[in-house]
Structures are given as C-alpha cells and as structure tokens.
C-alpha cells in the first residue's frame, strides 16, 4: 500500500533584488536558517502577515521567525503554487 503524501509545497522563486541578497549570504548558519524559514512558507503560504497596501500591485506578507532571525517578504500567486520572495533578511 501507497504511502499518504505530505502536505503539497509551493514552489519558491525570488525576485531580481531577492536573488542578489541571496548570492551574498556566505555563512552557513544564516544559509541554514534561509532554508527552514523557506520551508516554513512553503508549506504554508498564508502564514506570513499580510502587509498595507493597494489593491493594484501583489499582496505582500511578511513572514519573521526571531527564533531562527530570518524576515521575508513575499507575495502568493493567485493559486498558492507559486511564491515570489521579494526581500530577505538574515
């Protein structure tokens, strides 16, 4: 018999300006922490807190973990497939 699948994770991409904070993060710790706070919105997309704005642009949320001192901004596509990461802090 088939094992039960876990929960269905969206796919992660960044934006231009989130994928050069990216590249400059060296240490591992920080790498680590980056990862497990990715996982965490993947999982599930409507955790972060949702930020003020207008209704023209996307819907940004902010996920903060001050356990990990990991901060995302990011937005959901339409479907909850497709994460965009718009800002990183580590």
């Known amino acids: 018999m088939a094992k039960p699948h876990g929960p269905r994770r969206a796919r ?11 590249e400059n993060i060296t240490s591992e ?8 706070a990715l996982v965490v919105i993947s999982v599930d997309p409507g955790i972060g807190e949702p930020l003020p704005g207008s209704a023209a642009g ?23 497939t497709v994460i965009v990461v718009a800002y990183i802090e580590v």
């Open 29 to 36: 710790a920080d790498i680590h922490a980056l990862d497990r």
């Open 12 to 22: 992660i991409t960044f934006s231009d300006s989130a994928a050069k904070q990216l």
């Open 58 to 80: 996307p819907h940004l949320r902010e996920y903060a973990d001050d356990v990990e001192r990991v901060r995302l901004l990011y937005w959901v596509s339409v479907l909850g």
